[in-house]
């Protein structure tokens, strides 16, 4: 039985550990997105600065190039971390089935030694009762 213990034990580790990668993963992907809102903000912004300003509508376009650019590279890094994201959710079922399994495995050896025992329990008492009518 102890090597059931062991397996629950090795398969709860792997679980937590897969949680706190996810957990990592799930705060880089919010980060990025929150990185992406500030970009939009900050064009949201520029726009209405060039908008009041003659001389800012100079370098309005090159700003909005390199504003374009920087929202793909961060759409991009968040396309691969949702990825990421979604591998781990996996890995994590999967360890969290594993777990179960051990889990069923451990209750089912459980429960054939409660029957063995009641099995011996009840032919210690037949015996008993086969001595006590012998005399």
């Known amino acids: 039985m102890s ?3 062991s397996l629950i034990k090795l398969s709860s580790y792997e679980a937590e550990v897969l949680q706190k990668r996810l957990s990592e993963i799930v705060d880089r992907r919010v980060a990025a997105e929150l990185k992406l809102a500030m970009l939009h903000a900050e064009g949201e912004a520029e726009a209405e600065f060039s908008a009041q300003e003659a001389q800012a509508g100079i370098y309005r376009a090159g700003f909005l190039q390199a504003l374009r650019v920087r929202k793909a590279n961060a759409q991009s890094e968040i396309d691969v971390i949702l990825l990421e994201e979604q591998g781990a959710r996996d890995a994590l079922a999967e360890a969290f089935e ?3 399994k051990y889990e069923q495995i451990a209750d089912n050896i459980r429960a054939g030694e409660r029957k ?3 099995r011996r329990e009840s032919a210690a008492l ?8 012998s005399r």
């Open 98 to 100: 594993a777990q179960k």
């Open 116 to 118: 063995e025992e009641g």
């Open 126 to 133: 037949d015996e008993l009762g086969l001595r006590r009518v």
């Open 3 to 5: 090597w059931a213990k």
